[in-house]
T-cell receptor
Framework: KAGVTQTPRYLIKTRGQQVTLSCSPI?????VSWYQQTPGQGLQFLFE???????NKGNFPGRFSGRQFSNSRSEMNVSTLELGDSALYLCASSFGGLAGNEQYFGPGTRLTVT | KQEVTQIPAALSVPEGENLVLNCSFT??????LQWFRQDPGKGLTSLLLIQSSQREQTSGRLNASLDKSSGRSTLYIAASQPGDSATYLCTPNSGYSTLTFGKGTMLLVSP
């Protein structure tokens, strides 16, 4: 079956702009989580959506937001971009059960802010 | 708050060696623990998922063990190959889909 897909794969934006990233989960998965990966901070949890509702949120400013659609596809938006937002953004999908189902990651979107 | 530590941070070995990567976590109330590998600039590839009720899980040349009560897991790689070169990450899952990661172990296997 098809894996997790993320679009676009690469983005270059200017400070102050906004950006939207997309994640399509594995068919049947209802949970989508987003992570930011930087060389200095490593992998950090942004938020998780399950059945169109944000279920968990990490410690990021309100400029980072997301949503999930009825087909479980998810988008992440970053407004007023800063240089420090340059990172690899990864999404993961799973069935989303309480007992922690296996997570599957997409290839990531590389965002560069200039 | 869950914290994850992986030792060593980096490892360089010649091809053919058997390896042990260590992972420790502070909150033992977990449902499972997952090991991933990440190639530079790429996403994470799941290697093994070990449930909290299990002691070991094997996949090919990989074997993961879990001691939940002491907050430790090890990943054993047998007969390492250059294609095993990557960063290895472990993540304990305390429920739902929120994962906590350590810095990982960067492995280089030379021919």
């Amino acid at each position: 079956k098809a894996g997790v897909t993320q679009t676009p794969r690469y983005l270059i934006k200017t400070r102050g702009q906004q950006v939207t990233l997309s994640c399509s989960p594995i068919s049947g998965h209802r949970s989508v989580s987003w992570y930011q990966q930087t060389p200095g901070q490593g992998l950090q949890f942004l938020f998780e959506y399950f059945s169109e509702t944000q279920r968990n949120k990490g410690n990021f400013p309100g400029r980072f937001s997301g949503r999930q659609f009825s087909n479980s596809r998810s988008e992440m938006n970053v407004s007023t971009l800063e240089l420090g937002d340059s990172a690899l953004y990864l999404c993961a999908s799973s069935f989303g059960g309480l007992a922690g189902n296996e997570q599957y990651f997409g290839p990531g979107t590389r965002l560069t802010v200039t | 708050k869950q914290e994850v530590t992986q030792i060593p941070a980096a490892l360089s070995v010649p091809e053919g060696e058997n390896l042990v990567l260590n992972c420790s976590f502070t909150d033992s109330a977990i449902y499972n623990l997952q090991w991933f590998r990440q190639d530079p600039g790429k996403g994470l590839t799941s290697l093994l998922l070990i449930q909290s009720s299990q002691r070991e899980q094997t996949s090919g040349r990989l074997n993961a063990s879990l001691d939940k009560s002491s907050g430790r897991s090890t990943l054993y790689i047998a007969a390492s190959q250059p294609g095993d070169s990557a960063t290895y990450l472990c993540t304990p899952n305390s429920g739902y889909s929120t994962l906590t990661f350590g810095k990982g172990t960067m492995l280089l296997v030379s021919p």
